[in-house]
């Protein structure tokens, strides 16, 4: 699906003036920001707030990320966050063999 059919299904099929209206925003900044081929990541991401859906489902349906880069970022995060112990547990359940996996 492309942005504009994904814009279009999020906001359930409102024109641009109905969407600038519910963003408290003017038409033409939606119609330039968010119309064309190449959206801008601020507004996409103010218009996915604003019909309360993830802005990472708005910036990945605008391309500006693949759903790898969300992945990859979500991975790191939570090994930074892992403590230690958690580390080390995980491991140990790795190491302990492949039926442990279930």
Known sequence: ??????????SHGDSDRAIAARMGTNQMRVSRHLGGDSPVAETVIAFSRTYRVSPIEGLIAAGFLTRDDVVRASLQEALREATGAELAAEVARRLAGPEYFE
């Open 1 to 10: 699906m492309g942005f504009r059919e994904w814009k279009q299904t999020v």
